[in-house]
């Protein structure tokens, strides 16, 4: 599998300084968790993981194995394997879903090694139908008039069609109802394996009772301040994080 490093990120937006120092290793075969209170900084580091412009790295370092990732435009960083599943994911008119994840596929398998059309919809059809979506879904816009639950599900389909080697997925289960978070859950614990890294940022423990991560970290103005295992996520749903900040000394 590989390895994301992050060392001593700093992050600003608009010259104010959001990431303080972040310190993250997510490898393959590994799931990690990050929660925190809003504001702390959680999506904007997985802004910076994909090269959002807004985002200013100060310093500190992004590397997939031997790759520096800050030096990779956007496109390079999927191509390399980096997946982000976007808190927001906009609409984009005139394309249907099918044809953006055919070439997104494509551009990742390079030139040369584009997969055959038969094979193609063979294999998004298998997936469709493991992530219980209407086959209709295909030849829509894409995110066009997309539910929540469908935008979301629509994220897993193109995370299972592109095989990314690591995923950040941010607020993957924002809005979400039992069934469609069901779904999404069924389709990230299908992706777990040796070959597959995952980063998932979430407000709510709720998620975790169906993945199960194998490292929970709490971050907070800006820095991951505690790391654990599962457990942690339950002390965090059970107590809120009033007990992180006192064990830190940290004012709101
Ligand atoms: P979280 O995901 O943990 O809720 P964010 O990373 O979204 O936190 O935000 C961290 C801080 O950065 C907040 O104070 C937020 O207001 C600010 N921020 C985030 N995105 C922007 C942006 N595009 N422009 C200006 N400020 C931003
Ligand atoms: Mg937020
Ligand atoms: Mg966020």
Avoid at 38 to 60: C, D, F, Q, R, W
Avoid at 158 to 184: C, N, R, T
Avoid at 190 to 217: A, K
């Amino acid at each position: 599998g590989s390895t994301l490093t992050i060392k001593e990120l700093h992050v600003e937006i608009d010259g104010k300084e959001i990431l303080k120092g972040v310190n993250l290793e997510v490898k393959g075969g590994e799931i990690h968790a990050i929660m925190g209170p809003n504001g702390t900084g959680k999506s904007t580091l997985s802004s910076a993981i994909m090269g959002h412009p807004k985002y200013e790295v100060t310093s500190g370092s992004i590397a997939l194995d031997e790759q520096d990732v800050l030096e990779m435009e956007v496109d390079e960083r999927a191509r390399a394997g980096l997946f982000l599943a976007m808190q927001y994911p906009s609409e984009i008119n005139g394309v249907t879903n099918a044809d953006f994840l055919r070439s997104a596929l494509n551009a990742k398998l390079g030139e040369g090694n584009e997969i055959s059309l038969m094979k193609f919809i063979r294999t998004m059809d298998k997936q469709m139908d493991f992530l219980e979506m209407d086959q209709d879904m295909a030849q829509r816009y894409l995110n066009e008039g997309f539910s929540g639950g469908e935008k979301k599900r629509n994220e897993i389909l193109q995370l299972m069609m592109l095989q990314p080697k690591i995923a950040i997925l941010d607020e993957i289960d924002s809005g979400l109802d039992i069934d469609a978070l069901k779904v999404v859950s069924k389709g990230i614990n299908e992706m777990r394996g040796e070959e597959f890294g995952c980063l998932i940022i979430t407000h709510y423990q709720r998620l975790l009772d169906y993945i199960t991560p194998d490292f929970v970290h709490v971050m907070m103005q800006g820095r991951i301040v505690k790391s654990g295992g599962p457990e942690l996520a339950q002390r965090l749903e059970a107590e809120g994080y009033d007990w992180i900040k006192q064990e830190l000394g940290i004012e709101d």
